[in-house]
């Protein structure tokens, strides 16, 4: 009798050995970087690519987009991408950082622009045939979004070619 529960202890910790041998590391927050984005204010719609992060923060009742360089841990300024009068609804960035593509809602219309970074500059993208775009998810090169919009009632996904 005893034998037969040292067998099972035995045998209960050996699968607990091997269990535990073929689970994956747990994921572990970057808590640095988390305590200066918790800082920054309320961040929401985060999109990753490469050494880059962008997001949606906000701060006094304002939301702006912010690009984060995730190797240097520092905020990338965006000169003439922010407007007092506009609200950022989603945002995505290339693997390069060159690259960042918004939905935003500017006087009263929702609009996708491309930011190229290097030359600080906004190009309005159309959507063909009109929809309202809602959220956008460039690639990684920067050559192609994925933007999902809403054509009557319906929500569709649309990829648009970036020259």
Request: proline residues 7%; positive net charge.
């Amino acid at each position: 009798m005893r034998s037969s529960l040292a067998n099972r202890a035995i045998a209960a910790a050996a699968t607990g050995l091997l269990l535990g041998g073929c689970l994956a590391p747990m994921a572990q927050p970057i808590v640095p970087l988390n305590s200066r984005l918790e800082a920054i204010g309320a961040n929401r719609d985060p999109a990753l690519s490469g050494r880059w992060l962008a997001l949606i923060s906000g701060r006094g009742g304002r939301e702006q987009v912010l690009l984060l360089d995730l190797e240097r841990q520092q905020p990338i300024d965006l000169p003439g991408l922010n407007r007092a009068d506009a609200q950022p609804v989603s945002v995505s960035v290339d693997a390069a950082g060159e690259r960042i593509a918004l939905v935003r809602q500017l006087e009263g219309r929702t609009e996708l622009v491309l930011y190229r970074r290097s030359v600080q500059s906004l190009q309005p993208i159309p959507m063909v045939p009109s929809g309202v775009a809602r959220q956008v998810q460039l690639q990684a090169d920067g050559r192609q979004l994925a933007v999902q919009v809403s054509r009557s009632g319906i929500w569709q996904v649309d990829l648009v070619q970036i020259p």
